[in-house]
């Protein structure tokens, strides 16, 4: 323990400054294109067709072709397929071409210049095959474009006895929910650096969330032990999911061009080729079937969730588990059944993005309650209650809550804060006979933290934490800074743990040479899951100085300094590992998809306010409230600054970001035209918490980076139905959409 005068003030809900914050103001952070670099550049030559067989590739006149190092499937030492989940997407395409920009061969030289050249002097020759370009005709099966029937994956979730609840209902309503592609638009594209040496292996620095990802990738491609891969993570600008597994591949091309040319090769995708390639938001549609008593309590839900995958399985079936967990939501239902499926297209493969999943069914769940409330004449917000999930009872799943719920009083909080019912009643009055129509909406909604059911369990995170030369504690992790705090909390909690300041704990950079496998940063795991294996290494390091009496019972910081250092000078290197452990009480059944889901969840109500212009049919947000039940607030400015960016992507994915696609291509890729809201564009974001610790976490907190992309959509379009007594069950609403529906 330390002694009470000498203790600092505990870092735990503290806005303490940020860890990178100072290289970054400075310029001093290495972004990947930043790192010194002598070498060639690469590039990539990609499909222009959704589906087909390559039949000849020519390269044309002018350019100097012996110069260059070309790359194709042939030249590929080890297995030409991304190690993933199915394993089915191939670093190059062989013989056949299943999305456009599907890669083909890759490009090196010196000369960036000439290389963009000699890209667009390499020509193809396709034998076209039918391409299979959305979810209804992937459905039908018409075309197979894989497997036997285009479904990479298929779930069915059950409880109670469906069938039985439609000859007790009193009102049955049904409802079709559509739900666009979405790209994350990150501000730094993708980018890799290379070098393959054949006594050294292979080692790669870039843009990324998860390097061990990378590295699973690597290992088979090159067909060499894991000792010989190694992956550094650089100074990453934003990540959101579309980090997550597509710089597998970029990692791979840049590898394959440095092993061909003997040298080090960058990659670094340009706006318009980082939009169109890489992976987006899953595209999905949603069918609600209701049954209900005449006083708005819940029978039974049938809903069928399908999701549109794109050209190659990536991460679908991991989205599509999240997104058929949540469907039911926060609410008590008896009777469930939901039938879910991630289905093949011959567009680019969709993958991971923040919410992963869930954005999509909790839009079309809110959206239909609302619909359920005016059929029935009753408030959207007594339809809720009385549906409302409590502890004790069980989820869609079969989970039992013991977290101390209370989505009533989130909701009362909720609409109280912002005079729902006062602005509501007010713009009744004032709609008819105005231009401008304003609405108020509101969403209830939870997101799971950690992965889902046994996926912790199997990953078995592990977390070092060590001594360095000067003495203070460095933090061993995968886990990756993106934008989002990472290193910050981390110290934090560690901090907290050994009783001293921030400043006393370091951050290793996410290297596989030295830091261990603690799992992506993907998932909402980051703080609940990794920082508790921080608090736990940091723990054990402060026990093993005491144990050992190198470290006095009370001391202060100097005397951790202290100690650390003799230790090291009389023991040599002192490093504490640990790995995740379940919590007792969770069980999760992988084949009938029933049990405990998430250790925990985050619990929220957001609340839009919308006017809706009848001229130009515009809409725009006026005030928005957030309010989330969290666990214990770590940092609050970074947790504030996590939910009004997630609202903020909410309100784009709402009202403006459209991917449009011609024959499997996005033909909008750049921010000339693909549209997303600008700072002039948002409302005041308001931030609310509860806390209620949840004592598997590290002091007590849950994971909140998903969470607020849940929630904005269908609020908003909850306010824009209010406002215009119109029923829109598609994002993105354009003014186009609007208009159609009102006029």
């Given at each position: 323990m330390i002694s009470p005068k000498e203790r600092p003030s505990s870092p735990i809900g503290q806005a303490v400054l940020r860890k990178e914050g100072p290289r970054k103001l400075t310029g001093q952070s290495k972004y990947v294109d930043d790192?010194?670099?002598?070498?060639?550049?690469?590039?990539?030559?990609?499909?222009?067709?959704?589906?087909?067989?390559?039949?000849?590739?020519?390269?044309?006149?002018?350019?100097?072709?012996?110069?260059?190092?070309?790359?194709?499937?042939?030249?590929?030492?080890?297995?030409?397929?991304?190690?993933?989940?199915?394993?089915?997407?191939?670093?190059?395409?062989?013989?056949?071409?299943?999305?456009?920009?599907?890669?083909?061969?890759?490009?090196?030289?010196?000369?960036?210049?000439?290389?963009?050249?000699?890209r667009r002097a390499v020509h193809i020759e396709y034998e076209k095959l039918e391409p299979v370009l959305n979810l209804e005709d992937s459905l039908g099966a018409k075309t197979v474009i894989w497997g036997k029937d285009n479904v990479f994956k298929s779930y069915l979730l059950e409880k109670g006895d469906i069938q039985s609840v439609w000859r007790q209902a009193d009102v049955i309503v049904e409802g079709v929910y559509h739900t666009g592609a979405q790209e994350q638009l990150y501000i730094e594209t993708n980018g890799m650096i290379a070098c393959a040496r054949p006594n050294e292996g292979v080692t790669v620095w870039g843009s990324m969330q998860c390097p061990y990802y990378v590295h699973k990738a690597l290992v088979p491609l090159f067909g060499l032990s894991e000792d010989q891969i190694r992956?550094?993570?650089?100074?990453?600008?934003?990540?959101?999911?579309?980090?997550?597994?597509?710089?597998?591949?970029?990692?791979?091309?840049?590898?394959?061009?440095?092993?061909?040319?003997?040298?080090?090769?960058?990659?670094?995708?340009?706006?318009?080729?980082?939009?169109?390639?890489?992976?987006?938001?899953?595209?999905?549609?949603?069918?609600?079937?209701?049954?209900?008593?005449?006083?708005?309590?819940?029978?039974g839900m049938e809903i069928e969730f399908l999701i549109d995958g794109g050209a190659y399985a990536t991460l679908s079936s991991v989205v599509l588990s999240r997104g058929t967990i949540h469907a039911a939501g926060p609410y008590h239902i008896e009777n469930v059944r939901i039938e879910a499926k991630a289905l093949a297209t011959n567009t680019p493969p969709q993958g991971a993005f923040r919410g992963f999943g869930a954005p999509q069914s909790i839009f079309a769940l809110e959206r239909h309650l609302d619909q359920i409330a005016k059929i029935l004449g009753l408030p959207p917000e007594e339809l809720r209650r009385r549906n409302f999930i409590k502890d004790g009872q069980k989820t869609a799943t079969g989970q039992h809550l013991r977290e101390g719920v209370d989505m009533e009083a989130l909701l009362n909080r909720a609409l109280t804060h912002t005079h729902y019912h006062e602005k509501q009643a007010q713009f009744l009055r004032t709609n008819p006979t105005s231009k401008i129509k304003r609405g108020m909406g509101f969403a209830c909604f939870m997101h799971g933290s950690g992965f889902t059911g046994s996926g912790e369990k199997y990953l078995a995170s592990k977390v070092g934490i060590q001594i360095s030369p000067e003495g203070r504690a460095q933090v061993l992790a995968a886990s990756t800074e993106i934008g989002q705090g990472t290193n910050t909390v981390f110290a934090q909690i560690a901090a907290e743990a050994l009783k001293v300041s921030p400043d006393f704990i370091e951050i290793f950079q996410p290297d596989t040479k030295h830091v261990p496998n603690s799992g992506p940063t993907v998932a909402s795991r980051t703080v609940m899951v990794v920082g508790k294996l921080v608090q736990s290494a940091a723990i054990a390091l402060r026990q093993t100085l005491q144990k050992d009496a190198f470290l006095p019972q009370v001391y202060t910081e100097e005397d951790l300094q202290r100690a650390c250092k003799k230790y090291l000078a009389e023991r040599g290197e002192l490093k504490i590992l640990v790995e995740y452990q379940p919590p007792a009480g969770i069980h999760w059944n992988d084949e009938t998809y029933q049990g405990d889901a998430y250790g925990a969840y985050a619990w929220a109500v957001y609340v839009a306010e919308v006017s809706v212009d009848t001229t130009t049919w515009e809409t725009t947000v006026e005030n928005f409230l957030a309010l989330q039940e969290v666990g214990r607030v770590i940092h609050p400015i970074l947790a504030a600054g996590q939910i009004e960016g997630g609202v903020a992507q909410g309100i784009g994915y709402a009202l403006f970001e459209k991917v449009r696609w011609q024959e499997g291509r996005m033909s909008n890729g750049s921010m000339t035209n693909y549209i997303m809201p600008t700072s002039s564009d948002l409302p005041p974001i308001e931030v609310l918490f509860e806390e209620i610790p949840y004592?598997?976490?590290?002091?007590?907190?849950?994971?909140?980076?998903?969470?607020?992309?849940?929630?904005?959509?269908?609020?908003?379009?909850?306010?824009?139905?209010?406002?215009?007594?119109?029923?829109?069950?598609?994002?993105?609403?354009?003014?186009?959409?609007?208009m159609k529906a009102c006029l």
């Open positions: 790192l010194p670099f002598t070498g060639l550049f690469g590039t990539t030559v990609r499909a222009s067709i959704p589906r087909g067989r390559i039949k000849q590739i020519t390269f044309g006149p002018g350019i100097p072709w012996e110069e260059f190092t070309i790359v194709t499937a042939k030249d590929i030492p080890g297995k030409n397929s991304v190690a993933l989940i199915l394993e089915d997407q191939p670093f190059l395409a062989d013989g056949v071409v299943n999305h456009p920009e599907e890669p083909i061969l890759l490009l090196a030289h010196a000369d960036k210049y000439l290389l963009e050249k000699a992956v550094i993570q650089t100074e990453t600008g934003g990540g959101f999911g579309g980090k997550e597994e597509y710089p597998s591949l970029i990692a791979g091309h840049a590898a394959l061009l440095a092993s061909k040319s003997g040298k080090m090769v960058k990659i670094i995708y340009d706006r318009a080729e980082d939009m169109v390639a890489t992976t987006k938001r899953h595209p999905s549609r949603t069918r609600h079937k209701t049954a209900l008593t005449r006083e708005g309590r819940i029978l004592p598997h976490g590290p002091q007590g907190a849950k994971g909140i980076g998903e969470l607020p992309m849940d929630g904005p959509a269908p609020a908003i379009l909850n306010a824009v139905s209010q406002a215009t007594g119109r029923e829109i069950n598609a994002i993105p609403m354009l003014p186009e959409d609007l």
